[in-house]
């Protein structure tokens, strides 16, 4: 009894400290309700804007789209197949050596935390501008997340069978490839897919290499308030998440053995998506060598390996060090206001527990929640609470549903739900059947969602600058506009310690839960 | 006493700097604007300031209502011009080249910064050191026309379509002179900054490059440094097309705003700030934007504006 | 205790797989029985129990409750029914990641008013009475310990805990003694006859231990392939029936054969 | 066939929750010996399998090898040794997702060269080899079936083919024969028995099943909490010996004795 009794104020202890943690930030970042409510009207007013759509400007959009789903998909392609490489050296549960795991996760960290803008900018300053470094860029961020993903879903899956592989003296890799991707592999290309429908939606870099992208689309329309036509992108790009959330779900049931198919429509699937890839490959640009830019590429990396330290170690108003506290704070806000939508909404959107129809329905609403981009959130949300980090926070919030319903969603899949039907068999009703028997089951795997997406939306720090949210964006995206390098490098720095931090805290979250 | 009680006052500014290079340097305006509005008459108990990102950012605020007044540009005051008003128009210093012929910019100097103050500026085309790049410039400097081939060859780095240095006003002088724009150009590339266009042009991946007038001044420094150019800028680089004036900034507000309904007081708040920019201590608050000074506006100013973005997306 | 009859009639089960694991099964069981189903692996044992709780639909045939078909009672009568029936899965079911304690308590969940059971608010009574039954199928010093640390008896006898907190008139037993011990199998079994006979709980078993169903069972149904093949007292098993329950080349257990099996 | 010597010295095993699951076991093993872990639920068995075929480590003594140290052997050496083991765990390790033919394959990779294993070609030749074993234990129609699908002994069965998939010297079985009726139960320790004589595999073997453990086994070990209270042959078993393995106040399912239990 003691023990129990104890656990419960640990619990309880954990509870309220969280509480008081995100009453801070809310109060830190003034978030307030009150004026939320009081100028609530001007929530609708942008998106009324939008009807009716102008359909007639569809076609326009149709060329941009092809290229951004070219290199998205290439890249997409062989970022996932070596995220599938080189995720087991990094999962914990897995027994490959522990340096390589501690370098990789490293230099992992570390890519995820370059803006993608940076990143594209690098490759074009090396291969020229043109589809080829687009895709370049795609491939590393895409590699970086879903290595990141993937270890994690390693960790939360059973580690039984790939042991038990191993005992047989089977080495790790066929191990893992036979024993535990199985049991991934739903949520797997679940990821793969959500990757390729957010490098399609968000691929305003892409025209930055020179190839259109509809993201810039996006960006000049909504500029322009030209809304019936952002109306018509938006059409379009829901459609086209709404086709690859399809595409996805059937693959995961597919993998299941939920449903079946036969060999040769197998086969001919195969066919198709491995034709697809060769095709969208093959008319890449090649890059172009003649035109690299070494000497801005040396600059680049000159400055962030000699950060600008002043900047660095500053605790004044405009110091690293109140930035990163205020970007901490956004993002965390955001991170549980997204979080506390996304659970319901996460078991309403699978047809394990509510009936299909109703299903189908939220499923619409969360690809339409998903398919709007965070700008559009961003000028909607300052229509209502002005520029400021209330803004941010209530972007970020609406970013977050997006990714953190569809991974809850994907943990609600993968999960056994034996002791869920045994205590229904017993009459218990749904709700506490829910709390008792599934979420002890997720508490680990929510837990680490959540810690991801925060750890996301601290490095998503740009998107909070380009919505006006303070916080690291707006300086970092200064800094680059401006090539500081110095200044960008100690930006970096901050936040891949911070977010180094984060994951270690994580770790010993993980630990004590 | 009799003081008009104003709850809060609030000013969005668009990123012309980093936000908190600008709110450290907007700091002591607080203090200025509520000293120089009591005088006046209205006792103003909170001004909050805040810094967009976006400059759309900014005119969305003001055009919901969500900020009192905002700092933008003229292209942008335009697209919101339904929902807001010109209370101010900012003046910068000048530059010592103001010609319309791209000949005269390119007698082997930099442009310099004057001491005069102006209500407008300009945007140039650059052209790069790449061959392509030379050779439209040789055509200029010979006095020959550039055709719209000519053009259409050469790889561009323009700046995001609302820009108006980077892209309406470039743009508007193709239509002019073409009938075509920068959307119809085969190899125009946009950049996240200006910084970037250099980058391209200095390494050749693009021969022309649209900027501000004085983007020279700003950078020449640091051509090699900083973008690999493999001479002096001004070696490398030469002016083949001069655009009509951009009008500068200006401080607009929000049409919706209840707070600045008040005719009276939107009097009371032009005048502070005209008078705080004549002070030292105002002079140093808005150098971050570039501006030195602040004049009445007026709506018409802004035609020339309204114009090209009309023809911009008519054309489309 | 309310007193419940069930009756199964013709009742088939196929999976989506076009697997058909039941066939036309037909019988009833009336209150404070004691009946074991045996059959061979595969036969459709735990489908049956499935059926039975609700966790599966039978795809023909029905089963009546108290002369209700199943389908047409109301939810709040459903419910009801549920509530006074536990089930022991055969792989166990349990939450791994909370403790034994917790486990057991889930099955005063039923019982509870709506918040208290979201929060888990057991009260002191409640986790009296699991811990008394912890102590009873011998795990008392188990109670704070997560399930996925527990041995597979350990987990068994978790499992059984459960069911018999929520004090049925039904119970189903799927394999309950099948990771237990000689000693402590048997002590269940007379833990389950034990509430069979003061409370008079019908309890429906399942088990491949042929000696331990036939001593402490009533009635024996035999399951192969999924239809009914033997439906009698333990008295009347013998070597033909063995073998048409367990099949054909079957070597009759019973008479404990030593020799060696051609496989 | 490579013969592997087993030695166990005084080994001790404690979890981080500082439950101590062994202690000071000690016993060996020589090639050919068909030996059964007998003990009740909880004693450590299944522990004692783990630490053996290398899936824990323990935190006192050692196991021999051959006469060497298990963390002495050289990796590569320690792949030689886990390629000739096999074990069949008591909650089966399968991989649910995966068909039960891919789940028996899967036993080959050791001895597969890096590509065709990260692919899973197999080749015709093994894929013949794992369809005889699934037949062999019954499950040649279920070929194709995700086990997840699989009733509780057709889990068990397929986890049994994966283990003798692999040719071992040295097969440890955790309960192989829980989930299954008499007569499967009985065929498959016919079979383990039988590649034990034939093929001179040693068989280390953990059941519930006394009467058959002792049937089949040359030699018995009794677990208690974690010690080793019996080590002898089968015929040394009597009535005492049982009270000292499973506890004092057991009921000897020997004599099959009827009378209730006092729980
Ligand atoms: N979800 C499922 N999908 C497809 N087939 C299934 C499913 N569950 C069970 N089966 C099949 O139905 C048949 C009966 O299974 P069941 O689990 O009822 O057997 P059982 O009698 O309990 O066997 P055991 O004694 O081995 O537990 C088996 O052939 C099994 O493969
Ligand atoms: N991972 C673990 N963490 C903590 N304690 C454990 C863990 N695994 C096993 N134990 C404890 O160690 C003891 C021995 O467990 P083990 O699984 O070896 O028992 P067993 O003899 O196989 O029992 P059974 O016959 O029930 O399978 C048990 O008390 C168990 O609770
Ligand atoms: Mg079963
Ligand atoms: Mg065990």
Redo the contacts with the bound molecule.
Sequence with gaps: MTRSSKNRWKGLACFLLFLCLFLFTVVYTQCDPVLFWKRRSHLTDLLSGMFPMDFAYIPHILTPLFYTIQMSVTGTVIGSVLACILAPACAGSMDFPKWIRYVLRFLIQILRSFPALILALCATFLFGLGTFAGTFAITLYTFAIMTRLTYQDMEAASPLAYQALRTMGVSRFPAYIHGLFPEIAPSFFTNALYMLETNVRHSSILGYVGAGGIGLLLNEKISWLEYEKVGAILLVLFLAVFTIENLSRYLAALIRKECTLKKKYIKLLLFFLTALFVVCTITLSPPDFGRTSLQTMKNMFSGFLSPDWSFFFSTKKDGLFTLILETLCIAFAGTVIGTVFSIPLSFVNTRRFVPGSVAFIFNLLIIAIRSIPFLIYGLIFIRVSGPGPFTGVLTLSMCSIGLLTKRFTEALDAIDLKAYRALLAMGVHPVPAICHGILPQLKPIFISIFLYRFDVNIREASVLGLVGAGGIGAPLIFSMNQYAWEKAGAILLGLILLVWLIDMISVKINHIL | SDAKTIDSLKIAFSPYADSDTITTATEPLENLLKETLLEKGYDVENVDMTVGTSYTAVGQALSAGSADIGFISGGNYVLFSDDCDVLLTALRYGINKDSDDPKDWNDGTVEENTDDMSTYYRSIFLAGPSEKGQALLEKVNNGEELTWDDLNDATWAVMGPTSASGYIYPSLWLLQRYGKGISDLDHAVESDSYTTSLARLASGQADIMVSYAHIRTKYAPEWKETFGGTDDMINQTGVIGVTDKIYNDMIAYSKTSETMADQDFRQALGDSFIEIAQTEEGKDIISVFSQVGYEWGDDSNYDGEREAQKLLKSEE | MIPIKLQIQHIHKA???H?T?LEDISFSISQGEFVSVI?P????????FRLLNGTEDCTKGQILIDDHPMENIRRQQKRQFKKNMSTIY?DFCLVENSSCLENVLTATLPDMSFFPAVLGLYGTARTEKALQLLTRVGLAEKEQEPVKNLSGGQKQRTAIARALMRQPSLLLAD?PIASLDPVTGRQILSLLKDIQQKDGVTVLMNS?NLELSMEFSHRLIGLNNGRIVFDGSPDEINDSVIRTIYGNSSVCSLNKNRKDVGL
């Design positions: 999976f989506k797989n697997v694991a059959g692996s595969g036969a459709g044992k735990t489908t049956l055969q394999e491949h």
